[in-house]
């Protein structure tokens, strides 16, 4: 019961915090600062995508990528299975 008396005192308790004018200005340029500072990742990867979805040459290039790789990939599987 102790806890319930000790929580409803708090509760009842009104507290002002004293905040200066310029705080949310502080605050406001220190984000602003840190947006700013804030370095671009060497690879994007979403850049990257977006950039490949929006060229038709682009879309071609990942399927003949894909297609290649497919079939280096089938090739060294036949390979392997027939042990040359």
Same mark, same amino acid.
């Given at each position: 019961?102790? @806890?319930?008396?000790?929580?409803?005192?708090?509760?009842?308790?009104?507290?002002?915090?004293?905040?200066?004018?310029?705080?949310?200005?502080?605050?406001?340029?220190?984000?602003?600062?840190?947006?700013?500072?804030?370095?671009?990742?060497?690879?994007? $990867?979403?850049?990257?995508?977006?950039?490949?979805? @929006?060229?038709?040459? $682009?879309?071609?290039?990942?399927?003949?990528?894909?297609?290649?790789? $497919?079939?280096?990939?089938? @090739?060294?599987?036949?390979?392997?299975?027939?042990?040359?």
């Amino acid at each position: 019961m102790k @806890t319930d008396e000790n929580y409803n005192a708090w509760k009842e308790q009104k507290r002002q915090i004293d905040v200066d004018k310029g705080f949310s200005e502080k605050v406001m340029s220190r984000i602003y600062q840190y947006e700013r500072e804030k370095r671009q990742p060497l690879f994007n $990867g979403q850049r990257l995508i977006a950039l490949i979805s @929006t060229r038709p040459l $682009g879309k071609a290039a990942v399927v003949v990528a894909g297609m290649l790789i $497919g079939f280096v990939r089938m @090739t060294f599987v036949i390979y392997a299975f027939l042990g040359c």
